[in-house]
Each structure stands twice: as structure tokens, then as C-alpha cells.
Nanobody
Framework: QVHLVESGGGLVQAGGSLRLSCEFSGGTFTWYAMGWIRQAAGKEREFVVTIGKDTIYYGDSAKGRFTISRDNAKNTAYLQMNSLKPEDTAVYYC????????????????WGQGTLVTVSS
């Protein structure tokens, strides 16, 4: 069973940067698309970004500011977040699925425990 563990969340001022990491275990990493879905307090879950073997899709909120990457040798995915805004405050979940579409539809096969990102104004 796939297991995901996020790290790197925290408190940052508006305009700052954070890098989230997601360690994958329990499966073959290269078979899975990886991504991030976030949920702010009182709001629905929002697709952020996903990366497959050769394809990356960014949600509107992430375009131009966030960068996803993956290191297949380390079974780890990363989310570099720059120019953070208070509206980026949310719990960020690392997710995995056999298809990018499942992540874009917010229906991945595996979820991490989530890491809180708080952006102060």
C-alpha cells in the first residue's frame, strides 16, 4: 500500500518561499503520478499541481509561482512555492495516483497526512 509523508510546511510571510517534500513508499514510484491538493479552512479541496512521467499540469492558483518536481532515485516529490500569498494558506496534501487525471479530479489513490502552510500578511 502506498504511503506518503509530507514535510516542509510552516509559517512564512507574504512574498516568501517554502519547499514541500513528499516521500513515497509501498509501491513503484515511477508508476505513479504525484501531485498536491490543498484545502483551506472552510473551503473545498483544490487541485494545485501534478506531475507524471513527462507531463506537468498546474492549477490556476499555482501557475507562475509554484514548481513541482520529482526525484525518481529518491522516491520523492517536491513543491517549490514562491511569491506566497495569504490566500495560499491551507493544508497541503501530497497525493499519488496511477493517472494524472485522477489527481486533477481530486480523486487520487493515496493521500499523505497533510502539512500546514500559513502565509502571514
Amino acid at each position: 500500500q502506498v504511503h506518503l509523508v509530507e514535510s516542509g510546511g510552516g509559517l512564512v510571510q507574504a512574498g516568501g518561499s517554502l519547499r514541500l517534500s513528499c516521500e513515497f513508499s509501498g509501491g513503484t514510484f515511477t508508476w505513479y503520478a504525484m501531485g498536491w491538493i490543498r484545502q483551506a479552512a472552510g473551503k473545498e479541496r483544490e487541485f494545485v499541481v501534478t506531475i507524471g512521467k513527462d507531463t506537468i499540469y498546474y492549477g490556476d492558483s499555482a501557475k507562475g509561482r509554484f514548481t513541482i518536481s520529482r526525484d525518481n532515485a529518491k522516491n520523492t516529490a517536491y513543491l517549490q512555492m514562491n511569491s506566497l500569498k495569504p490566500e495560499d494558506t491551507a493544508v497541503y496534501y501530497c497525493v499519488a495516483a496511477r493517472s494524472i487525471g485522477a489527481i486533477r479530479d481530486r480523486a487520487p489513490e493515496a493521500w499523505g497526512q497533510g502539512t500546514l502552510v500559513t502565509v502571514s500578511s
